[in-house]
DNA sequence: TTGTAAGCGTTATCAC
DNA sequence: GTGATAACGCTTACAA
């Protein structure tokens, strides 16, 4: 009802000058009384004065807040990351602008165009796009900038957090390999990210360390959004000479994958291997349970979160930090049954 | 490198004063000639300008940002509802602070402080405790609150936006009534929420208008979050008399909830008929598919939104929105077999 | 120990 | 059309 109070009001009702108000606010900041801080103290309580962030910011330049932009917050790992994120950033009184990009460039430029006038003080992304002149501003504005998960060669002021996807590719491939099959479909995301890239190397990597000829109808890259899964699975089953195993890089490939495989009364693990990147409590209700790689996203977003408040003097080149991902064996891989190895 | 510039650089830069550069920065606020305006434009890009929505803010009082305060992002449910409000936020140019509670009232208080000093012009939000204090002052400093699937009653002054969920509920009972279920298990959330108390309401009340004594012991009232879904399903499969249908609140609760059904050996449905009050990609995928009632996240978010940046003049009482859930039936319930029916 | 006063980057109200 | 100039609420030298 009444106007909201400001640190003048308060000095008023306590008898003294704003200057005091302002440091018994900050409290290390100057000698302050204890009988004028009691009575400051008490004001604020009787006004419920509440200083305002805008006025704070204003003067001491970057705020204590980061913005997290992920490209889809309904990606449970994303969903999860943000959880962290959030919690992480709260533990150090840092608040969180949460955007998301959708995947969409365009929606990733106006996002970051906000994040730069907000001043921030750091942003932590999963990136969509090479909006290398965006970025580039950021960091030009003492904005640190943390790819997580993903991020891009081309923006190299930026700091990276994730797992080390070529080498987790490399144990989800070798592990099916040790199994006995031989050919093993992989529904990687976009090539354009570099999850996709890495992911897809190392997959072809280890099946060349291991005499095998890689066929590229069995690579399939898809958005990370959407139900594309379900084509991929649909096509990479409906071959003459289907794989007998194979790897999906997300929740969303996997759940609309998974489901071409019911319609299909495809059977897991007799007649199809399943691997899933990603880990959530249901995909050990999923019958079988999922063998999975999992994010330490904790981790993930502990690290992210102490970069993005970092100051780095030299901001012309980003770290990399890699954390270790957790391959998880369950039931849904297995070794190829006769029936399905290749007649030749 | 060089620090930002201001829009006194951008005014030296163009040669007008900074009255000109603000003009042009808000459009419609007054007259400029198309030079001017041109050389600003110019000046703006040189410069790579940006206002700074600090110094914006303490001009202009509350800002265009909204707090989305959510007891849990990890929860699917909440996460579609976070992607919503983003969405729609974003379509209207307004951001999203996203703060998360873990249904822990201090944190819960925490947030709400920092909410009040960012003068946010409103905030949406899964209220976990009674911090009627902090609402109120909240709604003092003229930020609109809007209370999201569940709400306070103590705080009068916000606006409310969820499902109807004792009709919800009594529409999940007496579809199982009408399969002939009698006992039917009803694991809800915290009866300190109104979402844990309406549909236990709705549940009861249906039970009563068809004649069926309620039993007290088929009544489960466990947090949203965490693991407790097992025990409680542990505890109900255990009993001398149990339900032949249940009846579970939430995601959490589902997938530990199954996972002990799973454990168990309980075949859903004929054993065990179950109704989960959320949806999911995965539900689909669960043996057999979930039946659901879902809820319609856009809609919430939009009405939300809407709502958290309406000004309403008399502030003291909010507006009540409902909108509708849609039941879905699908194969994880049917009619009780003989060897369930109870024996008395 | 306290108070005064000069900004911080914008917006908005005036005169010109 | 344009340009001074006074706020906005706070922090921070610097003086007292």
């Known amino acids: 009802m009444t106007k909201p109070a400001t640190i003048r009001d308060v000095a ?14 900050n409290d290390g900041s100057g000698p302050v009384s204890a009988g004028a801080r009691q009575r400051v103290l008490q004001a604020m309580q009787d006004l419920s004065y509440r200083p305002r962030v805008a006025a704070r910011e204003l003067k001491s330049g970057p705020t204590s807040t980061i913005g997290l932009l992920l490209a889809d917050v309904t990606n449970p790992f994303f969903a999860r990351l943000a959880d962290s994120v959030v919690r992480e950033a709260r533990s150090r009184g840092v608040q969180v602008v949460l955007m998301t990009t959708q995947e969409d460039p365009r929606l990733e430029e106006e996002a970051l165009a906000t994040l730069a006038s ?53 144990e989800a491939t070798e592990h099916l390999l040790e199994l006995g099959h031989r050919r093993i479909g992989f529904v990687s995301g976009p ?3 570099t999850t996709g890239r890495s992911r897809t190397d190392g997959h072809l990597a280890t099946l060349a360390a291991h005499g095998i000829e890689p066929e590229s109808e069995l690579l399939r890259n898809i958005p990370f959004r959407g139900d594309q899964g379900a ?3 649909g096509s990479l089953l409906e071959r003459d000479d289907p794989p007998t195993a194979i790897i999906l890089a997300n929740t969303a490939q996997a759940v609309s994958g998974l489901r071409r495989l019911r319609q299909a009364g ?14 959530n409590p249901w995909t050990e209700l999923f019958a079988p349970a999922l063998t999975i790689m999992r994010q330490p996203t904790e981790l993930l977003a502990a690290h992210s979160v102490d970069l993005a408040l970092s ?10 930090l890699m954390v270790e991902a957790e391959f998880v064996v369950r039931s849904s891989t297995a070794a190829p049954t006769a029936a399905r190895v290749p007649s030749n």
């Open 191 to 193: 090539l354009s990210t």
């Open 311 to 320: 100051q780095q003097p030299d901001a012309t080149a980003g770290r990399t």
């Open 118 to 170: 907000r001043r921030v003080s750091g942003v932590i992304a999963t990136p969509t796009a090479t909006n290398a002149g965006a970025w580039q501003h950021l960091g030009d504005l003492q904005t640190r900038v943390v790819f997580v998960d993903r991020y891009l060669d081309s923006v190299p002021l930026a700091d990276v957090v994730s797992i080390d996807n070529e080498r987790s590719a490399r």
């Open 266 to 279: 495809v059977k897991v693990p007799s007649e199809l291997s399943v691997v899933v990147f990603d880990d």
């Open 12 to 25: 008023a009702a306590a008898g003294v000058s704003i200057a005091v108000v302002s440091r018994v606010l």
């Open 231 to 233: 084509d991929a699975m």
